[in-house]
């Protein structure tokens, strides 16, 4: 099966300045990888994702990035508000599977 | 157009009762998944249901838990005897295709405490 690893678990960052999150996953094969943003007590919300036959993704404030020879990508929050804190989670799913595997989820604290 | 609902939202039970969770899809999505998330952990696959079908249940423990996605209705989830180490918040996603890089969009949740 896929592992995902996900760093770090917890992350502070002064509002306006940047924040990284970088995964690992296993699977060479793996061809698709999602990152889901969770606020307390709510649903995860899929706020970006990325193909495998792309290298990087952007969204307004938010990126992707993806390299498939060393097996990791990262999401790029730019500009950060208040509104940013929250678990944000990235996924992958094994070669020819459907089924996410979740990284243990990192904490964001953005301070106003 | 609706997302994923669920419900009941928030469910308590007391060890040894049922607990039956139900999921219905966004419209015009046929498969639905099934994931647990423990408090401040991750979430991990249980079960990947089409209608009428199980697909994949190589997450959910073999003794006590249950699935199902009828022709008609929703999803539902049961788990039969609960015990304290089933609190948690159950989550279940939907998509419209099958391939691997299908998107997944998720329900708000059941938060089941068992006491």
């Known amino acids: 099966g896929e592992n995902v690893e996900q760093h770090p678990s917890t992350l502070s960052v002064q509002e306006g300045d940047s924040a990284v999150i970088k995964c690992t996953y296993s699977d060479s094969a793996s061809n698709y990888f999602p990152w889901y943003k969770q606020e307390l007590g709510k649903r995860p919300q899929l706020i970006i994702d990325?193909?495998?036959?792309?290298g990087e993704k952007k969204d307004q404030r938010i990126a992707v990035t993806l390299n498939k020879t060393a097996k990791h990508f990262s999401l790029h929050i730019t500009e950060t508000q208040p509104e940013d804190s929250a678990v944000y989670f990235c996924?992958?799913?094994?070669?020819?599977?459907?089924?996410?595997?979740f990284g243990a989820g990192t904490t964001v604290t953005v301070r106003a | 157009n609706a997302g994923v609902m669920q419900n009941p939202r928030h469910l308590v039970r007391r060890r040894g009762q049922e607990a039956r969770l139900r999921c219905s899809p966004m419209k015009g999505h046929s498969h639905v998944y099934w994931y647990r998330q423990l408090p401040e952990e991750g979430l991990k696959f249980m079960v990947y249901l089409q209608k009428e079908n199980i697909i994949d249940e190589s997450g959910m423990p073999k003794e006590r838990f249950s699935a199902e996605f009828p022709k008609e209705g929703p999803s539902i989830l049961r788990i039969q005897q609960v015990v304290r180490g089933d609190s948690a918040a159950y989550f279940c996603?939907?998509?419209?295709?099958?391939?691997?890089?299908?998107?997944?969009?998720f329900g708000p949740g059941t938060r089941l405490t068992v006491l």
């Open positions: 996603a939907s998509s419209p295709r099958t391939v691997q890089d299908n998107e997944q969009f």
């Open positions: 996924a992958a799913p094994p070669a020819n599977d459907y089924k996410l595997s």
């Open positions: 990325i193909r495998s036959n792309v």
